[in-house]
């Protein structure tokens, strides 16, 4: 049963095969079956089952959408009304959500059943999901290895098939690199396609919620209950939502795929370069036509993210004081001491670093060498992928250097913990949509394959990736013991 | 004060802008409900929350910077200020810094009957804070965020000013203009219109400007007044006795008039400024400003002009009459109302009705007379049914009660009396009464005229009609 797509657990359900009722506690054995990977903060059993019974009742009324009874999470990030909603820190442990972010208020109207709150990195900052309060989650193709982040407790839910599917946030590859790492399909879309209102925010102008499923098909149906244009949101860009599952079999014949040779060079592990290269023949195969690009910007992606996120979010995190809500410290002496205890307690390393950084670049006499220079650059970057987007379809390349990482390897070195975002930053400082999609394995573990296309191109990636899982399995693979 | 120095002040006001709902969310900004009742998720700052910008706040911010006849940006940007105080729910203020939306403007002040122009570098909008409550919380500071996210004007005058009285006469202006545009309520107490002033002293001639002090959060025009007086004194003796102006935020402290530092330059924060990344930029094109123009009421100063061409007032009565809309409205419709001429019309207005407020302590929105009233008065004067004097009598009773001028004149027999029969015999029996004033009077001393127009309308109740009295005495005594 939890194998199925979502189509077909829509199918199941409308012919009595299994109702929501049922499929929920299916999941909800299985996520307590496999709490070692601790891929959940919150299990909310009752109110799944609540909203099962709801769903049933829909079903029966024949007034159900296709997500009707369907279980799935969400990442701890969306505030979820009642329910808690930690982002991952100890700053928020306390926090119960007196609202409901509109992603959340949207599956809740199509009828989709909320197992938890998924586990993630604090404040949504971190490669690894080594920063969350909550311990680290674990990949379930190899619990000795970490499963990305921030995204990273969807990923391994996703994968474990502890959720059909569940929602991701993607700042700077949250959504993408977990999804490669625990092989899954994860789609980050179009800046201001998916409406951020309710999503706790790390760097305003790069955040950015999308699926992550284990097919493209499912993608798809998921992308189509989140998108739109919503009016508490004044960056939720208003264009008309296409139908994502529409064009999903369009053939690929003379599609243009360009392969950036800044992507393909040093750092990016042989093993992974030949299964992309194998994923590309497939495409080729599909009757796509490949070249070589260049995109000379994209190496200046990383100093310019690593100013602009924690610019944003060294403001963003302002509100986190033990005035209003969230963790306070014991018997604060003073103001000065209520501030700088709560949030000196109740934030990790990673974000502090981050709010540091942050706040250095925004001070006097910095501002122009940094958050400036870094908004100039993230202007070439943008024209840099307008223009290839202007001669070629797609974009594909690598999503990580390698596959997934040891646990505790590389948390003592925050460098090398930014570089294994390398190919997927530049993509948000531009604001177009990407997808990560199962593209083979190295060393026994999932390889991811990137394919960027223009804003608000969506449906074009999800008919691109849906081809690719048409010809190929390594969607469908489960990690052993799942 | 002492005449080697010369002053320098320029005066930062901020308005409260009259809109129904805050300036990024839907919760209302009416003033005085129960602590943190009218603050939703997005002004308590909530994890996850987005501004959404109420338009109606551009659109007051582009009808001010129109008054002004200021450059109004196509291109403005919001902006976060970064500080930490609980009662800014997000640690950050939504503001605008550099590219605000009004730019630079004017505005004419006039001072011991010169005319003055202050310039204006520019106009923000912004979000206002919550309050913190000190008072009764167990030791604790109380936090009350019904106030966060009322949108603000920030006006930013030049340092034009030099002298206390200029800075209040630009407060009034400013005053009078926002409460005219109908973008602000101008409720000092209530904190809608208050000000900072920047002000420094230099030696007489000096080019350069001295260091300046700026003084917070001055919310009364005779605050203004005594903490720039206050500033001055303290700026001129310090530097006299050998000391430095220091670079500070000085308090006014309005029980013990003086002034007492805040913060020092070296103190002062790092607010960080960058464009807020949750809102788009402001665009303004032709379209909106044509819309908003169309909109736009008659100014003041336009609007004294107006009264003097077309009214035939004089400069005083026409300045009065134009100092609020509601007055300049309320002295045009009893024109219009009463057919009588204007002058007279605005001699009654400036007169007996401002005189009686005054004295009651009411604007005109308040005024137990209303126009329909007054202008029932004014056209019974003008149709001569009774005579000014008389209209004293019964502006009183307008002010009283609530009859019309004619229930008045009914009820009491204030007619006028008109008939020359009537009036003819009451004249024979006076000049026949008085034989010994009629003989001075046919000798040529023609100032006993007036104790016979005393006499008969004594006699007459002061009903006869003036006009034709005098010309049948006139007749009787040749």
Known sequence: ?482 | MNSQWETVIGLEIHAQLATQSKIFSGASTAYGAEPNTQACAVDLGLPGVLPVLNEEAVRMAVIFGMAIEAHIAPYSVFARKNYFYPDLPKGYQISQMELPIVGIGHLDIDVDGETKRIGITRAHLEEDAGKSLHANFHGLTGIDLNRAGTPLLEIVSEPEMSSAKEAVAYMRKMHELVRYLGICDGNMQEGSFRCDANVSVRPKGQKEFGTRAEIKNINSFKFVEKAINHEIERQIELIESGGKVVQETRLYDADKDETRSMRSKEEANDYRYFPDPDLLPVLIDEDFKAQIKARLPELPQAKKQRFKADYNLDDESATILTASRQLADYFETVVKESGSEARICANWITGDLLAALNKADLDISGSPVSHKRLAGLLKRISDDTISGKIGKQVFEELWQGTATADEIIDAKGLKQITDTGAIEAIIDKIIADNPGQVEQYRSGKDKVFGFFVGQVMKEMQGKANPGEVNKMLKAKLQ
């Not at chain 1, 799944?48 to 009324?61: C, E, I, V």
């Not at chain 1, 959500?97 to 938890?116: C, D, Q, R, S």
């Not at chain 1, 090398?416 to 975002?421: Q, T």
Request: hydrophobic residues 40%; charged residues 20%.
């Open chain 1, 1 to 482: 049963m939890y194998n199925k797509t979502i189509a077909e657990l829509a199918q199941g359900l409308r012919s009595g095969e299994f109702s929501s009722v049922e499929l929920t506690a299916a999941f909800l054995d299985r996520i307590k079956q496999h709490s070692g990977l601790n891929a959940y903060i919150s299990v909310t059993e009752d109110l799944a089952l609540q909203q099962a019974k709801a769903a049933d009742a829909r079903l029966a009324n024949g007034d159900a959408e296709l997500l009707t009874g369907i279980p799935i999470a969400q990442k701890d990030i969306f505030c979820t009304e009642g329910v808690k909603t930690t982002c991952g820190s100890l700053m928020l442990d306390n926090f119960i959500a007196p609202y409901n972010a509109t992603v959340v208020e949207k599956f809740n109207h199509a009828g989709a059943v909320m197992l938890g709150k998924l586990n993630m990195d604090e404040f949504a900052m971190g490669s690894s999901n080594e920063t969350s309060y909550y311990g680290a989650v674990k990949n379930p193709w190899n619990i000795n290895t970490v499963p990305g982040g921030s995204s990273g407790g969807t990923a391994a839910a996703v994968a474990a098939r502890l959720a059909v599917c569940a929602t991701g946030t993607d700042t700077g590859g949250s959504i993408r690199q977990p999804a490669a790492l625990c092989g899954i399909t994860g789609l980050k879309p179009t800046y201001g396609r998916v409406s951020r209102y309710g999503m706790i925010a790390y760097a305003s102008s790069l955040d950015q919620g999308g699926p992550m499923t284990r097919s493209a098909e499912d993608a798809a149906i998921m992308l189509q209950t989140m998108a739109g244009f919503d009016d508490k949101d004044s960056t939720s860009v208003d264009t008309q939502v296409p139908d994502y599952s529409a064009g999903l079999n369009n053939r690929l014949d003379g599609l243009k795929i360009g392969l950036p040779k800044e992507f393909f060079g040093e750092g990016l592990n042989s093993e992974v370069a030949a299964t992309l290269e194998t994923a590309i023949d497939e495409y080729r195969k599909l009757g796509a036509m490949v070249t070589e690009i260049s995109m000379p910007t994209l190496k200046l992606a990383i100093p310019a993210y690593y100013v602009i996120a924690p610019a944003e979010c060294s403001a963003n995190l302002s509100r986190f004081d033990g005035v209003r809500f969230g963790y306070r410290c014991e018997n604060p002496a003073d103001l000065s001491d209520l501030y700088t205890r709560s949030r000196g307690e109740g934030f990790g390393k990673e974000v502090k670093r981050r709010i540091l950084m942050g706040t250095y670049a925004l001070s006097a006499g910095y501002y122009d060498a940094y958050y400036i220079k870094a908004q100039k650059i993230r202007r070439l970057i943008s024209e840099d992928f307008k223009k290839a987007l202007s001669e070629v379809d797609v974009i594909m390349g690598p999503v990580t250097p390698s596959t997934a990482f040891g646990i505790g390897e590389k948390i003592g070195n925050p460098i090398e913990m930014y570089l294994s975002d390398i190919y997927t930053i530049a993509i948000n400082l531009a604001g177009v949509p990407a997808m990560s999609i199962p593209a083979g394995f190295a060393q026994g573990l999932p390889v991811g394959l990137q394919i960027i296309g223009n804003y608000f191109a969506e449906d074009r990636l999800l008919n691109i990736a849906h081809q690719y899982q048409q010809v190929t399995d390594w969607h469908q693979q489960a990690p052993t013991g799942f």
